[in-house]
């Protein structure tokens, strides 16, 4: 029986996980470069690789991975989470968006952090990061401090945030993603 493919299939083992995950980020590149974006040509397959060449305009392109950045953020002892509408009910999660052009991953997670919450944060610090195949993303992962600013959300993107208190946290992210890592590292080493 065939079943959607995402983030909360705990059922499957991790490294099954692991090589659907890539298997996915594969096809979706396969779909994205049957054309040279450059010319409109016909790309071939080039050796020992995924990358392309266009055979009209010479143009090599590999697969596109998109970096994000996802950041929890502490304030004493309790942490800013937020809720997306997309979301299981009563799931709340990180802050977490895009890179956008002539940024650094730091300066996205302020950026998102602003947009998202209204807050400010201080001392954004890298922990680690996940290969994040839906499609093609590359999850950095960072701890900041809360440094100012009272909570906005939009209603649109951001449904809620707010501040939990570790030991009342509500239901989280996933096990095998980046965002519940985060949350469990930090409440762990706390
Ligand atoms: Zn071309």
Not at 61 to 83: E, G, S
Not at 100 to 107: F, K, T
Not at 124 to 151: E, H, N
Request: contains cysteine.
């Amino acid at each position: 029986m065939a079943e959607p493919f995402n983030a909360v299939q705990e059922r499957i083992p991790a490294d099954l996980m692991t090589m659907a995950g890539i298997g996915k980020q594969l096809l979706h590149w396969q779909q994205m470069s049957r054309f040279c974006s450059r010319c409109g040509g016909q790309p071939h397959q080039l050796a020992n690789s995924w990358g392309k060449k266009c055979a009209d305009c010479g143009s090599e392109q590999f697969p596109h991975i998109h970096p994000c950045a996802i950041v929890l953020i502490r304030r004493d002892d309790q942490l800013l989470l937020i809720r997306k509408p997309e979301w299981a009910p009563g799931r709340y999660g990180l802050v977490a968006g895009f890179l956008d052009v002539g940024e650094s991953l730091e300066e996205c997670a302020i950026r998102e952090t602003q947009e998202e919450t209204g807050i400010e944060i201080k001392n954004v610090r890298y922990v680690t990061s996940q290969c994040w195949p839906f499609p093609s993303q590359l999850m950095a992962g960072f701890v900041a401090d809360y440094a100012g600013g009272s909570i906005q959300v939009d209603g649109n993107e951001v449904e809620d945030a707010r501040w939990f208190t570790i030991g009342s946290l509500p239901n989280l992210p996933a096990q095998r993603s980046i965002a519940r890592f985060l949350i469990d590292s930090y409440t762990r080493i706390d």
